[in-house]
């Protein structure tokens, strides 16, 4: 039995949302992104009223990713707002990979009902509690009170040192009680505390630049604010570039100064030797968690690194430096193109750099490069070189979480600021299609394509029709194999058998058409303009790219299954088998 919370006559109960609104647009927040309930009837219906473009996701959890792929296109922080109880749970993975990613977001959602002497009311959960560890701080918004210092300091939370998102929660049925900690402009402590040290100014960074004979840039995503002025220091210093996954593109990979690592390219090896030679290895607006250390396997000596970001919490995890400055990359970047250091006091001698650029972009053999049907070579690296002829050069490609992803970044070059973007820390699937609809929301004027495989098309394909409504011309490339190939595709290293991947068949054309979404299917009649006219319409359309194993990854899955029956026939043989070896 369904029960109905009835609310006020005028659905507003005592909550000012016209308040919550003009607060929201007084900080620049342009849209709001999420699903609508009986609880959040009079944020709604504020929200009609106002100036914010509210975009309706067939999920929260879309919403939620949405969110933060407009941040990630654009700087600019966007709102979730949901119910509470389910809708509050089905975005929590969202706001999960957004603070994993230091993404800032507002989640604005209503209170749990909390009326005295009763148990077991509707959708009753403690939402700070649990949002605690994976939000910056939680803030409440009681009734007849004015929200817009709430607002002012949630989103202060967020935006300040690592970015993250912040839990707001507002009454919705006059009551008055709530946890202690929780008063309008009060907000629970992060989850993650900022240390307290002493840290060195911008400036006496200048002396040591300017005497480095070899220095490196490490970049992360918390610089591309500085992508312009990253640009002049290397145009005019001689400084090489090595840049964390989600910072690539802060210098396009066509410069000669751009490294172009990935550690699913491989080069591992020659990015080590890189930083062992240099006499000062400046990381700017990196903090070095696992995917921007390479699984913590870069090796950064202390005595040359010089770590800068707003972040206290990130100055002093993983890596320790000679010396911490705690300021916005931006503003330091800007300092070094200004203090114009000549390029012939540096000390990589001619052609070195180009040396470790090639060894450091050499693919590793090993890796699973899957056949795609259509392509030049018969391979994904065919297909991603003529999908970046097909491409302009600053379209936004925004990734799922797969072996799409894990192809993409090894081949696909980035020539942009903001150019890729992933799940980072979080790795979550679903991500990709809201992401890459919040992104192009984000910036209407720069083309965003989406590359995702078929298992994230059957989690989250359904926000496509987000798109066909709000008439977003957004590329959707589906790599079309049947399977979870990326965990297939281990189960087959490892053991040659792989287990509980198999997904059902999908008539991609048939979803497309179904729900008024374009379809192209890959191949090699396809064209590069018609690609063009996607970007430039007013759908999304869906690209079909069939993708199956190439000769290599059968080859290792063929020597993985030997290996594993010698395995068998070896512990049949001495009586070691799985259940005497775990004894």
């Keep these: 039995m369904v029960i109905e919370i009835n609310p006020d006559v005028d659905g507003r109960s005592a909550m000012n949302f016209d308040s919550i609104c003009a607060a929201?647009?007084?900080?620049?927040?342009?849209?709001?992104?999420?699903?609508?309930?009986?609880?959040?009837?009079?944020?709604?219906?504020?929200?009609?009223?106002?100036?914010?473009?509210?975009?309706?996701?067939?999920?929260?959890?879309?919403?939620?990713?949405?969110a933060s792929g407009h941040y990630r296109a654009s700087g600019?922080?966007?709102?979730?707002?949901?119910?509470?109880?389910?809708?509050?749970?089905?975005?929590?993975?969202?706001?999960?990979?957004?603070?994993?990613?230091?993404?800032?977001?507002?989640?604005?959602?209503?209170?749990?009902?909390t009326r005295p002497g009763e148990k077991f009311q509707l959708q009753a959960i403690d939402q700070q509690r649990i949002a605690g560890p994976i939000v910056k701080g939680c803030f409440r918004i009681r009734n007849g009170r004015d929200p817009a210092s709430v607002i002012d300091a949630a989103l202060d939370l967020a935006l300040a040192g690592e970015p993250g998102p912040v839990l707001v929660e507002f009454d919705v049925q006059g009551e008055s009680g709530g946890s202690a900690g929780d008063e309008p402009g009060e907000a629970r402590p992060a989850a993650y505390p900022t240390a307290n040290e002493e840290y060195a100014s911008p400036e006496s960074l200048l002396a040591r630049w300017s005497s480095a004979e070899r220095p490196v840039l490490l970049v992360g995503q918390g610089a591309v604010g500085g992508a312009a002025a990253l640009r002049e220091i290397v145009d005019h210093g001689g400084a090489p570039v090595v840049t964390t996954p989600s910072a690539r593109g802060i210098l396009p990979e066509d410069h000669p100064a751009a490294m172009g690592f990935d550690v699913l390219r491989g080069g591992l090896d020659a990015v080590n030797e890189l930083f062992a030679r240099s006499d000062l290895i400046l990381a700017v607006g990196c903090k070095l968690g696992h995917n921007g250390s390479a699984g913590f396997r870069l090796r950064l000596p202390e005595a040359a690194l010089v770590r800068v970001d707003r972040s206290g919490e990130v100055l002093s995890a993983n890596y320790p430096a000679s010396l911490t400055i705690r300021s916005d990359a931006a503003t330091v970047l800007e300092l070094l193109a200004a203090s114009g250091t000549d390029p012939n006091q540096r000390g990589w001698r001619d052609g070195e750099l180009g040396d470790y650029r090639k060894r450091i972009r050499s693919s590793d053999p090993s890796a699973a490069d899957p056949a795609v049907t259509g392509s030049e070579n018969g391979r994904a690296s065919g297909f991603f070189s003529w999908l970046r002829r097909a491409l302009p050069g600053e379209t936004t490609l925004v990734t799922d979480s797969g072996l799409h992803q894990v192809v993409a970044r090894r081949w696909f070059e980035v020539l942009a600021p903001r150019g890729l973007i992933l799940p980072s820390d979080f790795q979550s699937m679903g991500f990709g299609i809201p992401a890459g609809i919040g992104a192009r929301l984000a910036e209407p004027a720069r083309p965003v394509a989406v590359l995702v495989g078929d298992g994230g098309l059957l989690m989250s394909g359904l926000e496509i029709t987000t798109a066909v409504r709000e008439r977003i011309p957004l590329l959707v490339i589906v790599f079309n194999d049947g399977k979870l190939n990326q965990i297939r595709w281990q189960q087959l290293k490892d053991s040659g058998h792989p287990f509980g991947v198999e997904l059902a068949e999908l008539e991609i054309e048939t979803?497309?058409?179904?729900?008024?979404?374009?379809?192209?299917?890959?191949?090699?009649?396809?064209?590069?303009?018609?690609?063009?006219?996607?970007?430039?319409?007013?759908?999304?359309?869906?690209?079909?790219?069939?993708v199956g194993d190439s000769w290599s990854m059968r080859s290792q899955s063929a020597g993985a299954k030997l290996k594993s029956v010698a395995r068998s026939i070896r512990d049949s043989a001495t009586g070691e088998g799985p259940a005497r070896r775990s004894r």
């Design 511 to 546: 979803f497309a058409r179904a729900i008024g979404a374009g379809y192209l299917a890959f191949d090699r009649t396809l064209r590069a303009e018609s690609l063009a006219g996607v970007l430039a319409g007013n759908r999304p359309t869906i690209l079909e790219v069939t």
């Design 76 to 113: 600019r922080p966007a709102v979730v707002a949901t119910i509470g109880g389910p809708g509050f749970t089905n975005a929590l993975t969202g706001i999960a990979e957004a603070r994993l990613d230091s993404v800032p977001l507002l989640h604005l959602v209503s209170s749990p009902a």
């Design 24 to 66: 929201l647009e007084a900080r620049g927040i342009s849209h709001v992104f999420g699903v609508p309930g009986t609880q959040t009837l009079g944020l709604f219906g504020a929200l009609r009223g106002s100036g914010l473009r509210f975009v309706l996701a067939s999920h929260e959890l879309g919403a939620a990713f949405m």
